[in-house]
């Protein structure tokens, strides 16, 4: 595929764990883009316009890329192929489905819990929602916050038991990357970074607060302090050093 004359545009929430994954891409394989960041509900109008519902979306040329998936995909072919995807069909199946599951599995459940914690902090996820937002966006924000978040909490069924039992999830993907990892192995396929290693650290990002990730965030010390003990925990782990140790080295965040 030919690189496009146009730059892309990348449609965003300026805290979505998804949305970061794609920015990732982006920046990996150095396709040029502008992001187009939105407050909840008003990204709806931005996704819609180009068939899409949900963050992220890139518009490329003629391209619309309503999925995380499909534009890492994108991003890795129209930038010459070989470096989100090995080439080699076994290894590029690997990837595809570790990915798969991260993306099903992973980044769901991160949200919820991560949100349930946040729920009450409504200054700090209000803040971060907004950030680089159209200035319009934000000032309706600052009147919707309640609606947001009990659109927020019902869509995705947050209550004290599902945020424990997406915990639970969470800790399951951390102990099947654990013993992917126990052979030493550096990345998850194969010798190099990939979309899968680069998915996993996205999608984990809510629950290990890494250096370096380029989606809104609140600070570690400004968590409650139940979520920052269990951040603590997660990141103490092998799949938690893992997923910092992406973010500093391939995503650029050594602090
Ligand atoms: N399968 C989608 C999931 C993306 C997703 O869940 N995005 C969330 C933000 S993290 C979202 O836009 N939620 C609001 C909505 O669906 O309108 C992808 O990989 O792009």
């Known amino acids: 595929m030919a690189r496009s004359a146009s730059p892309a545009v990348l449609i965003t929430m300026p805290h979505s764990h998804y949305a970061e994954k794609a920015r990732w891409a982006l920046d990996r394989v150095a396709l040029p883009y502008r992001e187009e960041p939105h ?23 003629a391209g619309r890329f309503v999925d995380s998936t499909d534009i890492v995909v994108h991003a890795d072919a129209v930038c010459g192929g070989d470096l989100l995807y090995p080439r080699e069909p076994a290894l590029r199946r690997e990837v595809e489905a570790l990915e798969a599951r991260f993306d099903d599995e992973l980044g769901p459940h991160t949200r919820r819990w991560a949100y349930a ?4 902090e409504t200054r700090l996820l209000r803040q971060a929602m907004s950030r680089g937002v159209p200035r319009l966006e934000a000032s309706v924000l600052s009147v919707m916050m309640p609606v947001v978040l009990n659109l927020i909490r019902s869509r995705l069924r947050i209550t004290p038991e599902s945020a424990q039992r997406s915990l639970e999830r969470v800790h399951g993907i951390f102990r099947e990357v654990d013993e992917r990892l126990a052979d030493g192995r550096r990345y998850l396929v194969g010798e ?13 990002a809510p629950v290990l607060f890494p250096a370096g990730n380029r989606a809104a965030y609140l600070a570690l010390d400004e968590a409650p ?8 925990r997660l990141r103490d782990t092998g799949a938690g050093r893992f997923g910092l140790r992406l973010f500093a080295q391939e995503r650029g965040g050594a602090s």
């Open 117 to 120: 914690q946040l729920l009450p």
């Open 225 to 232: 302090a139940g979520m920052r003990e269990e951040v603590l």
């Open 192 to 204: 190099r970074f990939t979309a899968a290693d680069l998915t996993f650290a996205a999608l984990a």
């Open 39 to 61: 407050v909840p509900l008003f990204h709806r109008l931005a996704t819609g316009r180009h068939g899409g519902g949900s963050v992220p979306v890139l518009v490329h040329g």
